[in-house]
């Protein structure tokens, strides 16, 4: 419920600083001076609930094994679409119209993307945990899938694939995790204590 209540709020703040925008670049109810301070207030709660959605959306059972994961994949797709969002904005800033001021959306939605990529890590918000037969993967949003739900497990070249029965794949790179060696020990007891040792592959 609260994960839900978070992404609600975030997309509700976004709606509304894309409304305000809208009103004052094609109408004369908000003026210069007002608006600034709409956007200095808006963007400050939108950055907050942009971490409190990153929070909540990563919250699992208590004492459940989880292991940082933090690959390079998850900060190229932030990274790409932190350069998008600055170079847009600045496309804008210097239109020479009054759009220009739809660049602060650009700005305000990059800046966000760093101040949650950041939180994500220093609070260890990406990780892959084991619970009961539940296989989580917390990055850019929450993967799951259960122990009866995979077909096969392999590993080769440092990344781990879980081939569920739909031919959906799940890959991990486990050899970027710092705690590589204990995740590859706790995922050998999960496997054996879901019973699906058959479905391992070596190569």
Known sequence: ?????????????????????????????????????????????????????????????????????????????????????????????YSGSIIRYMAFLCFLIAFTEIVVTLWRRAKHLCFVALEDDQLIISTNKIHTTSAREIEKIEARHGLTYFINYNRKAITLRTDMMKENKEFNSALDSWIVKNNLSDKVVTG
């Open 1 to 93: 419920m609260n994960s839900l209540f978070s992404i609600l709020f975030k997309n509700i703040i976004l709606l509304a600083i894309i409304v305000i925008s809208l009103v004052f670049v094609f109408t004369q109810f908000i003026g210069y001076n007002e608006v600034r301070y709409i956007f200095i207030g808006m963007g400050i709660l939108y950055v907050f609930a942009a971490c409190y959605e990153a929070y909540t959306l990563s919250q699992i059972k208590k004492d459940t094994q989880k292991f940082t994961y933090f690959p390079d994949g998850l900060i190229a797709k932030r990274l790409i679409k932190i350069i998008a969002f600055t170079v847009f904005g600045v496309l804008l800033y």
